[in-house]
Nanobody, 116 residues
Framework: QVQLVESGGGLVQTGGSLRLSCAAS????????MGWYRQAPGKQRELVAS???????NYADSVKGRFTISRDNAKNTVYLQMNSLKSEDTAVYYC??????????WGQGTQVTVST
């Protein structure tokens, strides 16, 4: 099993920045990709960004150029630096980790609210 603990959410004004962190514990040697998803009220959960153990990244078009995902493999931690935040970025952000056999693990979620 893998446990994911997120931190760093909160309230920020439009144009501001936040940094999310997600620390993995447990059977982390089985992990491959890690990433962030978000879910706004009334909408489906969507991929924000992901990063493989080798450092390859993938971003949703809506966040390209504003968000940066990074990973510290030694600490089993993934980060999401969010800049130039917009009201449409308001959502619950979930950390995700995929094992080498494609089992998905999820964090509890952290609220990000961008005020105008």
């Amino acid at each position: 099993q893998v446990q994911l603990v997120e931190s760093g959410g909160g309230l920020v004004q439009t144009g501001g920045s936040l940094r999310l962190s997600c620390a993995a514990s447990g059977n982390t040697f089985r992990l491959n990709a890690m990433g962030w998803y978000r879910q706004a009220p009334g909408k489906q959960r969507e991929l924000v960004a992901s990063i493989t153990s080798g450092g390859s990244t993938n971003y949703a078009d809506s966040v390209k150029g504003r968000f940066t995902i990074s990973r510290d493999n030694a600490k089993n931690t993934v980060y999401l630096q969010m800049n130039s935040l917009k009201s449409e970025d308001t959502a619950v952000y979930y950390c995700n980790a995929k094992s080498i056999i494609s089992v998905n693990y999820w964090g509890q979620g952290t609220q990000v609210t961008v005020s105008t």
